[in-house]
Protein backbone atom coordinates (compact mmCIF):
# COMPACT_ATOMS: atom_id res chain seq x y z
CA UNK A 1 0.00 0.00 0.00
CA UNK A 2 0.97 4.02 -0.52
CA UNK A 3 2.44 6.11 1.73
CA UNK A 4 0.69 9.22 0.58
CA UNK A 5 -0.93 11.30 1.65
CA UNK A 6 -4.70 9.97 2.93
CA UNK A 7 -7.89 10.91 0.54
CA UNK A 8 -11.08 12.12 1.81
CA UNK A 9 -13.35 11.51 -1.46
CA UNK A 10 -17.27 12.53 -1.38
CA UNK A 11 -19.29 10.45 -3.62
CA UNK A 12 -21.87 11.96 -5.72
CA UNK A 13 -24.43 9.08 -6.99
CA UNK A 14 -26.83 10.47 -9.66
CA UNK A 15 -29.90 9.35 -10.83
CA UNK A 16 -32.20 11.00 -13.32
CA UNK A 17 -29.80 14.24 -13.18
CA UNK A 18 -29.78 15.20 -9.51
CA UNK A 19 -27.91 13.59 -6.76
CA UNK A 20 -29.47 11.06 -4.35
CA UNK A 21 -28.79 8.80 -1.17
CA UNK A 22 -29.93 5.49 -0.01
CA UNK A 23 -29.53 3.07 2.53
CA UNK A 24 -27.92 -0.74 1.11
CA UNK A 25 -28.77 0.90 -2.26
CA UNK A 26 -32.73 1.14 -1.89
CA UNK A 27 -34.73 4.04 -0.61
CA UNK A 28 -33.05 6.78 -2.67
CA UNK A 29 -33.74 10.25 -1.55
CA UNK A 30 -32.84 13.42 -3.36
CA UNK A 31 -29.56 15.00 -2.22
CA UNK A 32 -29.66 18.14 -4.51
CA UNK A 33 -28.20 19.31 -8.07
CA UNK A 34 -24.83 17.58 -8.39
CA UNK A 35 -23.02 21.16 -9.86
CA UNK A 36 -23.95 22.93 -6.91
CA UNK A 37 -22.82 19.90 -4.78
CA UNK A 38 -19.25 19.18 -6.97
CA UNK A 39 -18.51 23.39 -6.43
CA UNK A 40 -19.28 22.77 -2.54
CA UNK A 41 -16.51 20.19 -1.81
CA UNK A 42 -14.55 21.76 -4.46
CA UNK A 43 -14.55 24.80 -1.83
CA UNK A 44 -14.43 22.57 1.23
CA UNK A 45 -10.87 21.02 0.74
CA UNK A 46 -12.09 17.34 -0.75
CA UNK A 47 -9.19 15.69 -2.32
CA UNK A 48 -11.17 14.04 -5.45
CA UNK A 49 -14.70 13.83 -6.26
CA UNK A 50 -16.34 10.40 -7.60
CA UNK A 51 -19.38 10.93 -9.39
CA UNK A 52 -21.64 7.84 -10.32
CA UNK A 53 -24.61 7.42 -12.92
CA UNK A 54 -26.58 4.67 -10.65
CA UNK A 55 -29.01 3.84 -13.23
CA UNK A 56 -27.13 3.92 -16.50
CA UNK A 57 -26.33 0.45 -16.80
CA UNK A 58 -29.36 -0.64 -15.33
CA UNK A 59 -31.11 1.79 -17.75
CA UNK A 60 -29.24 0.61 -20.44
CA UNK A 61 -28.08 4.23 -21.47
CA UNK A 62 -25.07 5.87 -21.80
CA UNK A 63 -22.90 8.27 -19.93
CA UNK A 64 -24.38 12.54 -18.68
CA UNK A 65 -21.72 14.33 -20.82
CA UNK A 66 -23.21 17.35 -20.40
CA UNK A 67 -23.72 17.13 -16.90
CA UNK A 68 -19.66 16.34 -16.27
CA UNK A 69 -18.59 18.99 -18.53
CA UNK A 70 -20.51 21.09 -16.32
CA UNK A 71 -19.03 20.13 -12.92
CA UNK A 72 -15.29 19.65 -15.34
CA UNK A 73 -15.59 23.61 -15.20
CA UNK A 74 -16.64 24.22 -11.68
CA UNK A 75 -14.47 22.02 -9.57
CA UNK A 76 -10.59 22.01 -9.91
CA UNK A 77 -9.86 18.50 -8.15
CA UNK A 78 -9.40 14.97 -9.88
CA UNK A 79 -12.82 14.11 -10.74
CA UNK A 80 -13.57 10.30 -11.52
CA UNK A 81 -16.83 9.26 -13.08
CA UNK A 82 -18.45 6.01 -13.27
CA UNK A 83 -21.97 4.88 -14.59
CA UNK A 84 -22.52 3.44 -18.47
CA UNK A 85 -19.01 3.25 -19.49
CA UNK A 86 -19.04 0.63 -22.25
CA UNK A 87 -16.02 1.45 -24.85
CA UNK A 88 -12.75 3.14 -24.93
CA UNK A 89 -14.55 5.79 -26.85
CA UNK A 90 -17.08 6.50 -24.21
CA UNK A 91 -13.56 6.61 -21.85
CA UNK A 92 -11.89 9.17 -24.37
CA UNK A 93 -15.29 11.33 -24.42
CA UNK A 94 -15.22 11.57 -20.36
CA UNK A 95 -11.60 12.53 -20.71
CA UNK A 96 -11.76 14.79 -23.02
CA UNK A 97 -14.73 16.35 -21.35
CA UNK A 98 -12.32 16.87 -17.82
CA UNK A 99 -12.59 13.99 -15.93
CA UNK A 100 -9.09 12.60 -14.91
CA UNK A 101 -10.27 8.82 -14.29
CA UNK A 102 -12.96 6.53 -14.96
CA UNK A 103 -14.62 3.82 -12.83
CA UNK A 104 -15.47 0.78 -14.26
CA UNK A 105 -17.95 -2.06 -12.79
CA UNK A 106 -20.26 -4.28 -14.88
CA UNK A 107 -18.45 -3.60 -17.99
CA UNK A 108 -15.03 -4.93 -16.65
CA UNK A 109 -17.43 -8.14 -15.34
CA UNK A 110 -18.66 -8.87 -18.80
CA UNK A 111 -15.62 -8.31 -20.29
CA UNK A 112 -12.68 -8.54 -18.01
CA UNK A 113 -10.33 -7.67 -21.10
CA UNK A 114 -11.79 -4.10 -21.02
CA UNK A 115 -9.53 -3.27 -17.94
CA UNK A 116 -6.23 -3.88 -19.89
CA UNK A 117 -7.23 -2.35 -23.11
CA UNK A 118 -8.13 0.79 -20.96
CA UNK A 119 -5.08 0.47 -19.04
CA UNK A 120 -3.60 -0.18 -22.17
CA UNK A 121 -4.57 3.22 -24.20
CA UNK A 122 -5.07 5.31 -21.32
CA UNK A 123 -2.75 4.33 -18.40
CA UNK A 124 -3.60 2.47 -15.39
CA UNK A 125 -3.91 5.45 -13.30
CA UNK A 126 -7.20 6.58 -15.24
CA UNK A 127 -8.89 2.69 -14.63
CA UNK A 128 -10.46 2.62 -10.82
CA UNK A 129 -12.51 -0.74 -10.50
CA UNK A 130 -15.49 -0.22 -8.82
CA UNK A 131 -16.75 -3.38 -6.55
CA UNK A 132 -20.05 -3.79 -4.92
CA UNK A 133 -19.43 -6.63 -2.65
CA UNK A 134 -22.45 -8.40 -0.05
CA UNK A 135 -22.25 -11.18 1.80
CA UNK A 136 -24.29 -14.21 0.41
CA UNK A 137 -26.48 -16.56 2.61
CA UNK A 138 -23.60 -18.74 2.91
CA UNK A 139 -21.52 -16.71 3.62
CA UNK A 140 -19.16 -16.12 0.63
CA UNK A 141 -18.88 -12.41 -0.09
CA UNK A 142 -19.90 -11.85 -3.64
CA UNK A 143 -19.68 -8.95 -6.24
CA UNK A 144 -22.90 -7.08 -7.34
CA UNK A 145 -24.05 -5.31 -10.64
CA UNK A 146 -26.56 -2.95 -12.55
CA UNK A 147 -26.77 -0.44 -8.74
CA UNK A 148 -26.30 -4.33 -6.63
CA UNK A 149 -29.43 -5.94 -7.91
CA UNK A 150 -27.51 -8.51 -9.76
CA UNK A 151 -25.17 -11.25 -8.62
CA UNK A 152 -22.52 -11.71 -11.25
CA UNK A 153 -21.46 -15.04 -9.52
CA UNK A 154 -18.03 -14.29 -9.22
CA UNK A 155 -16.13 -14.24 -5.51
CA UNK A 156 -14.79 -10.45 -4.42
CA UNK A 157 -10.92 -11.53 -3.50
CA UNK A 158 -11.05 -13.65 -7.03
CA UNK A 159 -11.77 -10.32 -8.85
CA UNK A 160 -10.09 -7.80 -7.24
CA UNK A 161 -7.09 -9.86 -7.72
CA UNK A 162 -7.65 -10.42 -11.67
CA UNK A 163 -8.57 -6.73 -11.85
CA UNK A 164 -5.19 -5.91 -10.54
CA UNK A 165 -3.53 -8.34 -12.56
CA UNK A 166 -5.32 -7.00 -15.44
CA UNK A 167 -3.98 -3.39 -15.24
CA UNK A 168 -6.36 -1.43 -12.74
CA UNK A 169 -4.72 1.38 -11.14
CA UNK A 170 -7.19 1.17 -7.70
CA UNK A 171 -9.76 -0.27 -6.52
CA UNK A 172 -13.11 1.10 -5.41
CA UNK A 173 -14.61 -1.27 -2.89
CA UNK A 174 -17.97 -0.43 -1.26
CA UNK A 175 -19.42 -2.71 1.12
CA UNK A 176 -23.44 -3.12 0.72
CA UNK A 177 -23.87 -4.51 3.80
CA UNK A 178 -23.05 -1.26 5.15
CA UNK A 179 -23.75 1.26 2.70
CA UNK A 180 -25.47 4.16 4.04
CA UNK A 181 -25.98 2.04 7.78
CA UNK A 182 -23.26 5.19 9.10
CA UNK A 183 -22.45 2.34 11.56
CA UNK A 184 -18.50 2.38 10.41
CA UNK A 185 -16.58 1.11 7.46
CA UNK A 186 -16.15 -2.81 6.47
CA UNK A 187 -13.18 -3.83 7.92
CA UNK A 188 -13.63 -7.20 7.32
CA UNK A 189 -13.92 -6.66 3.42
CA UNK A 190 -11.56 -4.33 3.31
CA UNK A 191 -8.57 -6.41 5.09
CA UNK A 192 -8.80 -9.24 2.84
CA UNK A 193 -8.61 -6.54 -0.19
CA UNK A 194 -5.29 -5.35 0.93
CA UNK A 195 -3.71 -8.82 1.94
CA UNK A 196 -4.10 -8.93 -2.01
CA UNK A 197 -3.46 -5.76 -3.10
CA UNK A 198 -0.56 -3.67 -4.54
CA UNK A 199 -2.33 -0.47 -5.73
CA UNK A 200 -4.53 1.57 -3.56
CA UNK A 201 -7.63 1.14 -2.19
CA UNK A 202 -10.71 3.29 -1.68
CA UNK A 203 -12.95 2.28 1.30
CA UNK A 204 -16.76 2.85 0.57
CA UNK A 205 -19.92 2.34 2.62
CA UNK A 206 -20.45 2.90 5.90
CA UNK A 207 -18.55 5.97 7.10
CA UNK A 208 -21.51 7.73 9.84
CA UNK A 209 -18.77 9.63 12.54
CA UNK A 210 -15.14 11.11 12.28
CA UNK A 211 -13.52 8.33 13.93
CA UNK A 212 -14.63 6.08 11.45
CA UNK A 213 -12.46 7.37 9.34
CA UNK A 214 -9.55 7.66 11.85
CA UNK A 215 -10.33 3.67 12.20
CA UNK A 216 -10.24 2.99 8.30
CA UNK A 217 -7.04 4.84 8.04
CA UNK A 218 -5.77 2.94 10.42
CA UNK A 219 -6.39 -0.02 8.98
CA UNK A 220 -4.23 0.78 5.86
CA UNK A 221 -6.53 1.79 2.80
CA UNK A 222 -5.41 5.10 0.84
CA UNK A 223 -8.79 6.49 0.82
CA UNK A 224 -12.16 6.65 2.26
CA UNK A 225 -15.03 7.81 0.19
CA UNK A 226 -18.51 9.00 1.70
CA UNK A 227 -21.65 10.63 0.65
CA UNK A 228 -24.69 11.44 2.72
CA UNK A 229 -22.56 12.24 5.81
CA UNK A 230 -21.02 14.87 3.58
CA UNK A 231 -24.09 16.21 1.40
CA UNK A 232 -25.99 16.46 4.71
CA UNK A 233 -24.08 18.73 6.34
CA UNK A 234 -23.42 16.00 9.32
CA UNK A 235 -19.40 15.77 9.09
CA UNK A 236 -17.56 19.14 7.73
CA UNK A 237 -14.31 17.90 5.11
CA UNK A 238 -11.87 20.61 6.95
CA UNK A 239 -12.98 19.59 10.13
CA UNK A 240 -12.11 16.00 9.30
CA UNK A 241 -8.79 16.74 8.33
CA UNK A 242 -8.07 18.60 11.15
CA UNK A 243 -9.49 15.56 13.44
CA UNK A 244 -7.14 13.21 11.14
CA UNK A 245 -4.52 15.16 11.77
CA UNK A 246 -4.32 15.61 15.20
CA UNK A 247 -4.69 11.67 15.02
CA UNK A 248 -1.47 11.09 13.45
CA UNK A 249 -3.20 10.58 9.95
CA UNK A 250 -1.36 12.05 7.01
CA UNK A 251 -4.14 14.32 5.18
CA UNK A 252 -3.59 17.62 2.80
CA UNK A 253 -4.80 20.70 4.95
Known amino acids: MTNLAKRIIPCLDLKDGRVVKGVNFVGLRDAGDPIDIAKRYNDSFADELVFLDISATH ?3 GIMLNVIES ?7 PLTVGGGINSLDDISRLLDSG ?7 SSALNNPSFIESAANKFGSQCVVIAIDAKKRDDGS ?14 DMCEWIEEAQDRGAGEILLTSMDSDGAKSGFDID ?4 AMEILK ?3 IASGGAGEMEHFLEVFNVGVDAALAASVFHYGQIDILELKKYLKESNVSVRV
Open 59 to 61: EGR
Open 141 to 154: IGVFTHGGRRDSGR
Open 71 to 77: IAKEVFI
Open 99 to 105: CDKVSLN
Open 199 to 201: IPL
Open 189 to 192: KLVA
